[in-house]
Structures are given as structure tokens and as C-alpha cells.
């Protein structure tokens, strides 16, 4: 079985400039979320989706974010426009039912400069 | 006061000896508790989870919760090398939302 998978690894981009990050969950899995780790602090959650629906955007930092979930398969999030704040590590995880057993991805390090 | 607070370490322990990881959380209505470990590097991978008063067991790993303490910890029996890596405290406040505390640095000695 197939991972939570995560596209770019890796992302250096410009202030100003829109990202637009991927993340493939596990084939199955109806609840996705994101999350962010900025340096050297907590995993921040960021929004939860059940299937294409958007249950939970509490965390979402400002209006610069918006996330999407193309027929509850694939998810992606795009920054427009990338601030230097918005440098971090983008994970993305998936779980079957319940928030209890979710599997992540190997992230997405995006880098502002 | 952060939302979910742990010790960010290191903690450093000798091959074969039990280590002890601590964590507090501020919401008394939190409902799931989770341990999570993360290679330097890696995403974070689950390790147990636990909702109820009490100790829950799965091979070297024992979660223990008391919501009375709102205290959650993780017992590693016979450490070993391996076990190496940041362990991240994640807090069910209800909902599908989770909460992580900044995870505590394990080092285990050989």
C-alpha cells in the first residue's frame, strides 16, 4: 500500500511568488489535513478535509492560503503571495476514520527568500 | 501558556534503560491523546494513542493518561539505539483538529 505522498520535496521561491503544494494521500482515506512546522517550533494544524469538503480551516494563517481537495482525492495548497513567515515544513497526512491513526507524508520545505 | 507542553530535552538514556516522556495539555475537554515519533528529518509516524484514565500497553512502549493531571507519558522499556528521535505529544481537543506540543529529544546511549 502506498504512502502519503508529497510533492515538491522542496520549494525555494521568491516574496511575492505563489507555491502551489501536492499531497496524494492514502488511497482510501476520506480525511486529509495539513499541517505546518515553522523552525524550531510545534506542528501547527492547519485545516482538515472529509473527502472535497473543508471541515476544520481554524488554522489556516490568513487569506494568502488556500487549500483545495479536487473530488476528495488529491489535495493541494497554494500560498499567494509567499511571505518570508511562510517558510516551514508543509506536511500532509491522511487517515481512514477519526483523527486517530494518521499517517503523514515526508513533508514539503518551502523556503521564502 | 502553550496548549501542549513538553520538555524539548535532550533526553539522554543508557541502552537497555527505561525512558520517560512527559507531557501536559491546557484543555480539560481533550478527548485523544497521541505519541508520535520523528527521525531528524522524517515526518512524524505514530506510535499509540490513548483516551482513557490509565496505562495502555502495545510491546516496549506503555502510554499512561490522567485527565485529572491533564499529564500524558510514554514509557520506552529497554531503550534501545533505534529509539533515538524527537517524540511529539499530540492533543484531541475534539473535532478531527490535533494539537502537537515542540516534541522531546531522545538520545539513547549505547
Known amino acids: 500500500e502506498a504512502g502519503v505522498t508529497q510533492f515538491p520535496s522542496h520549494s525555494v521561491i521568491e516574496k511575492g511568488q505563489t507555491v502551489t503544494l501536492r499531497c496524494d494521500p492514502i488511497s482510501g482515506h476520506d480525511n486529509l489535513y495539513w499541517y505546518r512546522r515553522v523552525m524550531g517550533k510545534e506542528i501547527k494544524f492547519l485545516l482538515h478535509f472529509v473527502k472535497e469538503s473543508k471541515q476544520d480551516e481554524s488554522g489556516m494563517p490568513n487569506n494568502r492560503f488556500l487549500a483545495e481537495r479536487t473530488g476528495g482525492t488529491y489535495s493541494t495548497l497554494k500560498v499567494q503571495p509567499a511571505e518570508l513567515e511562510d517558510s516551514g515544513v508543509y506536511f500532509c497526512a491522511s487517515s481512514l476514520a477519526g483523527p486517530y491513526e494518521q499517517y503523514f507524508g515526508p513533508g514539503t520545505r518551502l523556503t521564502v527568500t | 501558556q502553550k496548549e501542549v507542553e513538553q520538555n524539548s530535552g535532550p533526553l539522554s538514556v543508557p541502552e537497555g534503560a527505561i525512558a520517560s516522556l512527559n507531557c501536559t495539555y491546557s484543555?480539560?475537554?481533550?478527548?485523544?491523546f497521541f505519541w508520535y515519533r520523528q527521525y531528524s528529518g522524517k515526518s512524524p509516524e505514530l506510535i499509540m494513542f490513548?483516551?482513557?484514565?490509565g496505562d495502555k500497553e502495545d510491546g516496549r512502549f506503555t502510554a499512561q493518561l490522567n485527565k485529572a493531571s491533564q499529564y500524558v507519558s510514554l514509557l520506552i522499556r529497554d531503550s534501545q539505539p533505534s529509539d533515538s528521535a524527537t517524540y511529539l505529544c499530540?492533543?484531541?481537543?475534539?473535532?478531527?483538529?490535533?494539537?502537537f506540543g515542540a516534541g522531546t529529544r531522545l538520545f539513547v546511549k549505547a
Open positions: 490513548i483516551y482513557s484514565n
Open positions: 484543555d480539560q475537554g481533550s478527548q485523544s
Open positions: 499530540a492533543v484531541n481537543p475534539g473535532g478531527f483538529k490535533t494539537i
